[in-house]
């Protein structure tokens, strides 16, 4: 189809219309449309060639199809590289740790000082008898003893060495003996040696070897509990209660040591048991609880049971 057109020339300017006549005259042709005379076309088609019957080249359609594979292949490539570079985030394994808040260590009283000490006795087989102490002095010259004969010529009254004025267990008895016996029957020294009373050795009272008073030596005065060491044979465990871990022990599975102070007496009882280094989470109490139920050998001193204070580490252990 061939279209062609002229240029009709206008004659002057179009004329003004008012907006209102416009409007008018819109109004009018959208009601009442002028009807125009059918449109007759004077043009005439032109034959071309199709496109669609030119062959096309075997080189171009290979080249095209070898560049479209490239294409499409880079996509892939590109495609699986970016699914590559994805970072799945590690998962960690976290384990919660409980933090027992922070209680200071028990401060114990100073222990009373030990050692010093003395016994005596006449290897006598009964006991010695029981009966007040002598006089305290620094050096002795008469160990203590059961009168033989009244109102010597050159009497020297019996004494026991203290190199310090220190407070000692004493009684009201009427005559010398050892405090801590019961035998108030017969007059006896004991069956020690040197004078004295007791069953030790060197003019003292007890059961220790010098001129004082108790079980130690060399003078002084050794009551009460003793220490581990310096002739003590240390006391030994012969039964044995494994401690309970708490719920909240468990659980975090906390574990640990706490070391227990306490009194063996001379039966093997604990006594005064203590946390000396505590380890929380109702641990301590639990150790406490273990440790009053065990049983020991108690010590020995010179073949003689005596009391003494150790420390026993409770181990909280989960396998």
Known sequence: MHLSSTVVPLGGTLPEVSLWKGLCSNLRDAIF?????????????????????????????AISFVMHGAILAFIVWFMLQTHRQIVVPKQIATTPVYVP?????????APKPMGGGGGGGAHQLVEAS???????????????????????????????????????????MPNLGATQSSQIVLASEG?????????????????????????????????????????????????????????????????????????????GNPEDIHVTRPLGMGLDEKAIEAVRQYKFRPAMYQGHPVPVQIVIEVDFHLD
């Open 33 to 61: 449309p002028e009807k125009l005379p059918p449109l007759e076309l004077a043009s005439q088609p032109i034959a071309v060639a199709d496109p669609m019957a030119i062959k096309r080249s075997p080189a171009s359609s």
């Open 191 to 267: 069956g020690g040696s040197g004078s004295g009373f007791g069953q030790g050795g060197g003019g003292g009272i007890g059961s220790g070897n010098g001129a004082g008073v108790g079980s130690g030596t060399v003078g002084g005065y050794s009551g009460g509990v003793m220490s581990v060491g310096g002739g003590v044979v240390a006391p030994r465990v012969i039964h044995s209660v494994e401690p309970d871990f708490t719920d909240a022990a468990r659980r975090t599975r906390y574990q640990g040591i706490v070391s227990i102070g306490l009194i063996v007496d001379a039966q």
């Open 130 to 172: 029981k009966g007040h102490l002598p006089p305290v002095v620094k050096t002795q010259i008469t160990p203590p003893q059961i009168l033989q004969v009244d109102h010597p010529k050159l009497a020297a009254p019996p004494t026991v060495v203290m190199p310090q004025h220190i407070e000692i267990p004493n009684n009201n």
């Open 101 to 109: 808040p922070y209680i200071p260590p028990v401060t114990l009283p």
